[in-house]
């Protein structure tokens, strides 16, 4: 497994914007897939957005599609999810996930992963 650290979750009102990172360490050799999912009280964890190694493609949830965005950073060491026009409904625990793939590799589900992060609150208040 992989060692994964999340940040930049927190509170905010509705419509702003906020931005989560993950930091993968001391994997530079390898490629992955990377993902972001969310799981809010009393609910399941659900897909949120992915991308694959190379960067070329992205897959999004219908509920956040043209509202966020899934990036990787140039060196691979990080993926962020810029989250936009918030809304009550966003609130959840985000976490980051990655798994081993080809550059072309993109994974959407739950079990598809092997490694995640601890999970990073964020509140949207009306």
């Known amino acids: 497994q992989v060692q994964l650290i999340e940040s930049g979750g927190g509170l905010v009102q509705a419509g702003t914007s906020l931005t989560l990172s993950c930091a993968i360490p001391g994997h530079t050799l390898s490629t992955f897939a990377m993902g972001w999912f969310r799981q809010a009280p009393g609910k399941e964890r659900e897909f949120v957005a992915a991308v694959n190694w190379s960067g070329s493609t992205t897959r999004y949830a219908d509920s956040v599609k043209g509202r966020f965005r899934i990036a990787a950073s140039g060196t691979r060491n990080a993926v962020h999810l810029q989250m936009s026009s918030l809304k009550v409904e966003d609130t959840a625990v985000y976490y980051c996930?990655?798994?081993?793939?080809?550059?072309?590799?993109?994974?959407?589900?739950?079990?598809?992963?092997?490694?995640w992060g601890q999970g990073t609150q964020v509140i949207v208040s009306s």
């Open positions: 996930a990655v798994e081993p793939a080809s550059s072309l590799g993109l994974y959407t589900r739950v079990h598809e992963y092997t490694s």
